[in-house]
């Protein structure tokens, strides 16, 4: 019984992990929070029933590793794409300052 319990702790948690890389990837992020939420707690559900004595099949290991690393990938791209936007908010910041009729030239016309 509790085996069975594992399995769908574990279905559970890679569900999550699915449609949490779906919602990242498609930047549809508004219940993100939740989503990591119940997969914390899926993984809580996971570790408790292993700390019982239960053990994971190989298949059960590879398939967490799997989800757990796929959803690491998404969040590396996430975290790059946000790096890359804030560098385009600053380049185009000092751009408007540099352009703009309110800050001082960088050099003056003589003659």
Request: glycine content about 4%; proline content about 1%.
């Amino acid at each position: 019984m509790q085996a069975d319990t594992l399995q769908d702790a574990i279905d559970r948690f890679v569900m999550l992990s699915a449609i949490l890389e779906s919602e990242l990837i498609q930047d549809t992020s508004d219940n993100c929070d939740d989503l990591f939420d119940s997969r914390q707690q899926s993984l809580s559900e996971i570790q408790g029933l292993l700390s019982t004595g239960e053990s994971l099949s190989t298949d059960q290991r590879i398939t967490l590793a799997h989800a757990d690393q796929s959803i690491n990938l998404v969040l590396d791209r996430v975290k790059s794409n946000l790096r890359t936007d804030i560098g385009l908010v600053q380049s185009q910041r000092k751009t408007r300052a540099i352009y703009n009729s309110d800050s001082t030239p960088l050099y003056e016309l003589t003659g």
